[in-house]
């Protein structure tokens, strides 16, 4: 695999084939190449968003002993519920929440992600989807502040 190849699949976690197809399609721009692929993971977000989601995490974060985050993260298994990727959105999500002070999981969708500001809450879950192949969705939160 060349290393235009190597870099979009660790940037996006897309597939090798999905990879491929996006770097041949944007005749090798890898900025054009991921577009192509957050757009196609959209996509498939949107062809998963009536599946039910039976399963997930909670995950807490506490920020200073002052303010903390309890946050349901659901998808379809406990085969995704337990993979590093879904944990780590689930604590992303989390850690955003305690920073941001969203009024709900509405309003925390729209808001730039603290961890990288050019994609929303939303976008990081659209990705998840894709990566997964799971619907995902952030049913609930709670945060308390002192």
Same mark, same amino acid.
């Given at each position: ?14 597939? #090798? ?7 041949? $399609? ?12 957050? &757009?196609?993971?959209? &996509?498939?977000?949107?062809?998963? @968003? *009536?599946?039910?989601?039976? @399963?997930? #995490? ?13 946050? $349901?993260?659901?998808? $379809?298994?406990?085969?995704? @519920? ?6 780590? #959105?689930?604590?992303?999500? @989390? ?6 002070? +969203?009024?709900?999981?509405? *309003?925390?969708?729209?808001? +730039? !992600?603290?961890?990288?500001? !050019? ?28």
């Amino acid at each position: 695999m060349d290393n235009s190849l190597l870099k979009l699949r660790e940037e996006t976690g897309a597939g #090798v084939m999905d990879c491929k197809k996006a770097l041949e $399609e944007s005749q090798g721009d890898l900025e054009k190449a991921k577009e192509i692929i957050f &757009a196609s993971g959209a &996509a498939k977000a949107q062809k998963r @968003a *009536e599946r039910k989601t039976g @399963a997930g #995490v909670l995950d807490s974060y506490i920020h200073n002993d002052r303010i903390g985050v309890l946050v $349901e993260l659901r998808c $379809e298994t406990d085969f995704v @519920a337990k993979t590093d990727i879904f944990k780590s #959105v689930a604590h992303e999500i @989390a850690m955003h929440i305690a920073f941001s002070n +969203p009024l709900d999981t509405m *309003e925390i969708l729209t808001q +730039p !992600s603290i961890k990288d500001e !050019s994609i929303t809450i939303g976008d990081v879950i659209t990705q998840l989807i894709a990566r997964t192949g799971e619907n995902c969705k952030l049913e609930r939160f709670c945060r308390y502040e002192l």
